[in-house]
């Protein structure tokens, strides 16, 4: 007599297929070496007949300061091993923007690529901005710094917070770059998933847009706005509530017929669930793209969802919105 057995498997959902393939990705990109030379070269094509041509051929400049300071290898005071288990068994970020003590190379370099910056621009506000800021007391770039990372509008120097985003960018990328090969060998990588998928697991801060890898299958991926990380995030699920619920695209409808025919590079992810919205970037379809950059000059897709009620949950540090304030130049040195 033979006997048979029967196994019944479990059929899987569609998240859990999409958590799944999303395992067998790499969950995190670090910044490289090139990142702000790449940023300076795509703000370079996208000025081209912008409407914002010389803002985003000033963000290029900056960008070009960025990566010769990065080069320069300044080293950075990093995380203990200690820190690295202890950031893990909580499941947080190692780096967090907002509480992550800022050692005083942060503020050195800060100034050194100022001075660079000034060299390379023409006389007239950006160039007396930039000197200014340079000169600024190390209690004035503090004050701003907190205040610009954590998301304090008040009191905040708009004109100069570019400035002061390039330079916390500068360092976070550090920190992210060296830690990780200070850790390189370690029993437990210094940077991994997080409880909150939402936010950069290296520093915390939230995403400047979402983009779809070339080479991953179009798999998706946060970029963060600071450290320029990117990690892993399922597709069709909103970056701020994590609803798989009233996903929409939208984008900008091109003025000539070849255009409206080509695919967007670039949409916005829109959430009715929260009414917070994503913009999401499409390599593929535009290979130059660079998260950042372009998000400066898709900035009229911003106004158009706007003006349908969704509020946005990317945050570019070199183009915030508020209301500036009236406020004296910034307080030299030694004052």
Known sequence: MTSTTTTS?????????AVRAGEQLTFLHLPDAG????RAVRLRQLAEGHAMRDFLLFAAELADAQHRALKAGVAVPLPTAEQVEAAASAGLPLLPAETWPRAAVW?????SMLQDLTAHLPEGPARSTVRQLADASDEHLET???????????GLDMAAA?????GLQLHWVRLAQQTAAAHADGQLAPFGRIDDPTVCPCCASRPVASVERLGAD???YLA?????????YVRIKCSHCQSTKGISLQNLVAADAAAAEAQPAVQAECCSECGHYLKLMHPARDNGIEPVADDLATLTLDLLVSEEGQQRHGVNLLLLFGEPEDAPPPPGRGH
């Open 107 to 111: 503020r050195e370099s800060l100034r």
């Open 218 to 220: 179009g798999a998706r």
């Open 224 to 232: 963060c706005g600071l450290c320029a990380t990117q990690w892993h």
């Open 35 to 38: 990142v702000f030379a790449a």
């Open 9 to 17: 498997q479990k059929l899987l959902s569609p998240e859990e297929i």
């Open 144 to 154: 701003q710094a907190g205040r610009l990372l954590t998301g304090v509008m008040f």
């Open 162 to 166: 570019p400035l002061l985003a390039a």
